[in-house]
């Protein structure tokens, strides 16, 4: 029979380092919270059970735990920390919430690690059980830049491991080490339930400190290990801003590393940011500047950038983005957007369609092969195939009170300085001319205008606006003509 795993995630710290509003693990890297990034990684060794331990702001840690409950598809069991009494305390709380007949192996992790992947996780899990006798505790050990305030790992001239020495208990000689614990373990849950027990606050916190347990487990007589992981960033813990930063920076790295092994051509990694959900095709091209969020989707021998913010977009095979921004829209194949566009909810440009310079979309559909070439605002409208819409138009959807929908058919050509006051419909084939107001619908294949004749009213302006720079320079001119028209008056009163 399989060796059956559960896994819990440490999330009832206070975090007041953060000095924020929000839990500490409920802050996000690369589109996800910290405690959704353990939770992941956990699922990624497909555990019996998952466990969280709450306590600090429970609702807002337990709604979040849900969601991504819901989002994996699968049941996360909360444990109520109802006082922070040390790890070894959290873990007896999460001991609670696990059937008494489990008698598998028990990962422990911490949801503000969220460099920590699924592939570390199995890999200690491996070497748990990889060991001729079989382990009651293996701890995942690393050598950081900088040892200040971890537990140190305390071998023997062997190299076999003793115990965790916490740094606030550590003598001179024990602070020395450098090797230390990365607060993730593997534990035989039999051996764990009984150590449990035994913990003690004796100790410069007064906690019940959950590396006790390895010592405790190794002086009874069961083996302990530890597993030394070369990439330390992996389980670097984040405390403030300044860790979330840099954890943020290294998450990125490893992500652009992922997506670039898999075929994807960044041209700067250093501005280039990209989200842990976001997928890419291959041959696809990211110019500098450019950030992929959310749930973002780009198809292959997509170009986007430079300068471009994608939240939760859609892009087809081979079209082109460029310095645009844009959320929850979807672009067609070979379609072509921006530069300085804005593409808000709702937003569907069709295979080959084109989006220009400044416009501006909001829940509309814009046909396939059809353009919206420049300077135009489109929203809460339909518009058809092989559609061409003039410079500077407006799509007056909002009447003040509620939003109306315009639809523009196939095959249709609209002028520069179009007013559509929707609900207006114009049919296929249809033309409007430059600075039309349309309110009513447009018969296919007609012509539409709504200004007469142009009308010049002479001299309005010196009569109106008297002593403005406009009407001065009127005067000169007129001057200049009354002056020419005298001239050629006495030249001909000669002849």
Not at 211 to 221: I, M, N, Q, Y
Request: net charge negative; glycine share 10%.
């Amino acid at each position: 029979m399989p060796q059956q795993t559960a896994v819990v995630v440490l999330a009832a710290g206070a975090g007041t380092r953060m000095r924020s509003k929000t839990p500490k693990v409920l802050h996000s890297l690369a589109g996800r919270s910290m405690l959704a990034h353990a939770l992941h990684a956990a699922n990624e060794i497909d555990p019996a059970y998952l466990i969280t331990v709450i306590g600090h702001d429970r609702e807002q840690v337990g709604a979040a735990m849900n969601s991504v409950a819901a989002e994996l598809n699968r049941e996360i069991i909360a444990a109520v920390q109802e006082e922070q009494l040390g790890t070894g305390h959290a873990v007896q709380c999460a001991l609670s919430a696990l059937p008494d007949d489990f008698t598998g192996d028990l990962l422990v992790t911490s949801a503000d690690v969220p460099l920590l992947d699924g592939h570390t996780l199995s890999a200690l899990l491996s070497d748990h059980r990889s060991y001729p006798e079989r382990s009651a505790v293996t701890v995942l050990t690393f050598v950081p830049d900088d040892a200040n305030g971890y537990g140190r790992i305390v071998r023997d001239a062997d190299g076999r491991m003793l115990e965790i020495v916490e740094h606030a208990d550590a003598t001179p000689e024990q602070a020395a080490i450098s090797e230390v614990n990365s607060g993730v373990y593997v534990f035989d849950v039999t051996v764990l339930r009984t150590m449990v027990g035994r913990l003690t606050t004796a100790n410069a916190q007064h906690e019940l400190y959950l590396t006790d347990v390895l010592k405790l487990a190794r002086e009874a007589g069961n083996p302990v290990h530890g597993a030394r992981l070369v990439d330390a960033n992996k389980v670097t813990g984040v405390n403030d801003r300044v860790q979330m930063a840099s954890a943020a920076r290294t998450l990125n790295r490893y992500i652009l590393e992922r997506h670039m092994r898999a075929g994807v051509t960044v041209i700067d990694p250093a501005s280039t940011w990209i989200d842990a959900e976001v997928r890419i095709g291959r041959d696809v091209v990211l110019r500098p500047g450019v950030q992929l969020l959310g749930a973002t989707v780009v198809g292959e021998d997509a170009e986007v950038g430079p300068d471009s913010t994608l939240t939760d977009v859609v892009i087809g095979d081979g079209a082109r983005v460029v310095r645009t921004h844009g959320e929850g829209a979807t672009i067609g194949p070979g379609a072509t957007i921006g530069p300085f566009a804005y593409l808000r909810p709702g937003t569907i440009v069709g295979d080959s369609g084109k989006l220009g310079a400044f416009v501006e979309s909001k829940n509309a559909t814009i046909g396939a092969h059809s353009k919206v070439p420049h300077l135009t605002y489109v929203g809460d409208a339909t518009i058809g195939e092989y559609t061409n819409i003039g410079a500077s138009s407006v799509f007056v959807n909002y009447d003040g009170v509620h939003k109306h929908h315009t639809v523009i058919g196939s095959h249709v050509r609209t002028g520069s300085d179009n007013m559509f006051v929707a609900p207006v419909t114009v049919g296929d084939g249809a033309y409007t001319g430059a600075g039309t107001v349309l309110r009513r619908n447009v018969p296919p294949g007609a012509l539409a205008v709504s200004g007469g004749a142009q009308r010049n009213i002479d001299g309005w302006v010196q009569r109106n606006r008297p002593g403005t720079a406009a009407a001065q320079a009127a005067e000169a001119i007129a001057a200049t003509d009354r002056a020419s028209q005298a001239t050629e008056q006495k030249d001909g009163n000669r002849e």
